[in-house]
DNA sequence: GGCTGGCACGTACACCGTACGTACGTCAAT
DNA sequence: ATTGACGTACGTACGGTGTACGTGCCAGCC
């Protein structure tokens, strides 16, 4: 039994399993030394406090975002390739999606994303201010359904689960078409809509790179 | 001096101010009773816990989303309308957007704007499905861009703030791109930013209208 | 008058983050 | 070999948190 040396990545991954076992709100300093086996302020001797450990989550995760597209692709399918590498993070870690999208990270962990973005935008031909614009578009994109797939933002299910009876008590004639697209807006096939937008998003950048070609 | 009689609505009120003035951190059931100047326990009376007042305020915010759009106006601007609607929420309360996102609510307050954006694309002539994943979509982007202007997703400024010595430590040949790009990562006009995703999504979908429009 | 129900409130408990002090190991210089 | 400095583990304690529970007040009704 000779217990490894506690480490602020130790710290960390203890975190993530927590998160990911019992939630975010399970999250304390006490649990995760317990869970570890050590004493509370032994944490503290590598992590400056709690708000540093939950960044330090944050990065671990998106860090692990292993981005696979090959250079010699076309550009389409290198930033298809990226969107889908960004969004694994929310099924390898779903409790851990909100933490990573709602803390500001002033560390460079977040970098090689954009970093990888930048490149095969600009290696299309974007300008610099488009392909800034480009990349903001697309993780705001991500982001939001991110959010929606790991259900913080409803897929509007109105009530969702009051099949008992038929129709519903939250819509009457009041929301017409929510209640008639109820069904639809009950289930929501997340991989279908993802790849639905990152294609709207990405023929409309071909339009607006075929426009800018044509003028130039 | 008849102080009205402590309601869920003063409450709600009472947290959105002090979320507005001090941060969602300082929220707590005591300093809100301390600062309607009850006692703590007698909020319990109106509100069964402090998830179902955040929920609370959420449900509030949401709900002042004022839409304007005029039926009569062409589908493209009454869509264009009812986004920079919902965006308003994020600078009437900048510090009460990461919470009205963050919270699943599974009342109908969110519903209303959901209706009001089906109706309109109903109205341009998208079916159902269609509908459903253009909400969607709209959604996932407004949501994403306004936890950019919010600030909890970062604009991607490199460190951004150590404009001491020129050269930045955080991106050497390592980002190229990222560094090449830091001024304009750097600065970021939201109104721009989101205008013009707006736009495009819209231009995408007006296409997609049309190739629909073309292959019935 | 007496009863009932809603509301305001105090107390108490379990838990939280963390400042501080302490004890113990290992290595360096004496 | 002794001493000292230093990094790590950890216990204690303080001020804060959400809220279960009990108590007292007062309005309305029989």
Known sequence: ??????SRARIVTAAIDLIERE??????MRRIAAELGVGVMSLYNHVPNKDALLNGVAEA?????EFTDDPDDDWTDR???????FRQI????PRCTMLVVSRQLSSAAGLLP??????TLRSA???GPDAVRMVRLFIAFIVGSLLREVGVTPTFAPVHHRHLAGAEAVDPALFPEVSALAPLLGACDHDAEFEFGV???IQAITVLHARKEGTH
């Open 199 to 201: 294609e709207l998003l």
């Open 90 to 93: 929310a099924h390898h870690y």
């Open 125 to 127: 031909g974007f300008d």
């Open 23 to 28: 939630g975010a709100d399970a999250v304390s």
């Open 61 to 65: 995760v998106l860090s692990e975002i």
């Open 1 to 6: 039994m000779t217990t490894e040396p506690l």
């Open 79 to 85: 930033v298809r390739t990226q969107a889908r590498a």
């Open 114 to 119: 954009v970093e990888r973005a930048l490149a």
